[in-house]
């Protein structure tokens, strides 16, 4: 009422402020209903509302509930989208456990791709006992990593690499292959053109991690799942197995980076050592 009283009957406006103004004294309820009977503007957030870092730092914690309930009544519109998809992915990785591994395989597949959906099915392969889901998971988040910025791909075949060496053996030189190709791509700062996109979504220390605008500034959350680690080149090949020493060797002396190659050619003389022992 109020915006067409301003466009058509400006001699009304006062009247109707002044009405809203006694909304004031009314129960919380009813002046809402009241208010968009007038098409008021809602009433302002109140100054105890949550922030957008307290809210972070319960779906770090795994505070899930805390979280939701905070995010109803989240006076940022604009950040609830990416914080709730983050409090559903996080409850979603929490639920891919060994103990409950005979109902793993009926998890929904996460909707939205990228690298959530990735790291959910590579924990399902991780931690599921049937073979088959494991494979078929397991291959189905390598072929999405593929679609991927390069700027995402590096963390995440490690840690595909360190499923393969639990699922499929086999599998692991090709996915350490992927490893050393894109960490060579990002530590020559190459880019193809996915990338032009920005991704909220790079590779960190420990992982995947999104990045949050806050008041505050950018804050990082790093994607967790059950079973998935961020390997090194290294702790990968020391996992190895040692029959695949003449295979690896040429892979890993594709390394750009110079104390990456150290110490990777460090674990492959380990390897050696053992294949040779092995023989």
Avoid at 79 to 97: C, G, N, V
Wanted: glycine content about 4%; charged content about 25%.
């Amino acid at each position: 009422m109020l915006p067409k009283a301003r466009q058509y009957a400006p001699q009304y406006v006062d009247a109707i402020e002044n009405a809203l103004r006694n909304l004031e004294m009314t129960p919380a309820t009813q002046a809402e209903g009241i208010r968009k009977k007038l098409g008021a503007p809602p009433p302002l957030v109140p100054n105890d509302a949550p922030s957008i870092g307290e809210i972070l730092s319960d779906i770090r914690s795994d505070r899930l509930a805390a979280a939701n309930r905070k995010l109803s009544i989240l006076g940022d519109e604009s950040a609830r989208p990416q914080l709730e998809a983050l409090a559903s992915f996080r409850k979603t990785a929490l639920s891919i456990d060994r103990a409950n591994k005979n109902r793993i395989a009926e998890h929904p597949i996460y909707p939205e791709p990228g690298v959530k959906r990735v790291l959910l099915n590579a924990s399902i392969a991780a931690m599921d006992g049937d073979r088959e889901v494991a494979a078929r998971t397991f291959h189905l988040a390598l072929a999405e990593t593929e679609s991927l910025p390069f700027s995402q791909q590096p963390c995440l075949y490690s840690a595909l690499a360190g499923v393969a060496l639990q699922v499929d053996k086999d599998e692991f030189p090709g996915v350490l292959q992927r490893v050393v190709r894109t960490r060579n791509a990002n530590f020559d700062r190459k880019t193809d053109a996915n990338d032009s996109q920005d991704p909220k979504i790079k590779c960190g220390v420990a992982g995947p991690e999104e990045l949050v605008n806050t008041p505050s500034g950018l804050q990082r959350v790093t994607l967790a799942a059950q079973g998935i680690s961020n390997h090194t080149i290294s702790e990968l090949l020391e996992k190895a197995p040692p029959a695949d020493f003449a295979q690896l060797e040429p892979i890993v002396l594709e390394l750009h980076d110079e104390t990456e190659l150290t110490h990777s050619l460090l674990a492959l003389a380990k390897l050696r050592l053992t294949h040779s022992s092995i023989k």
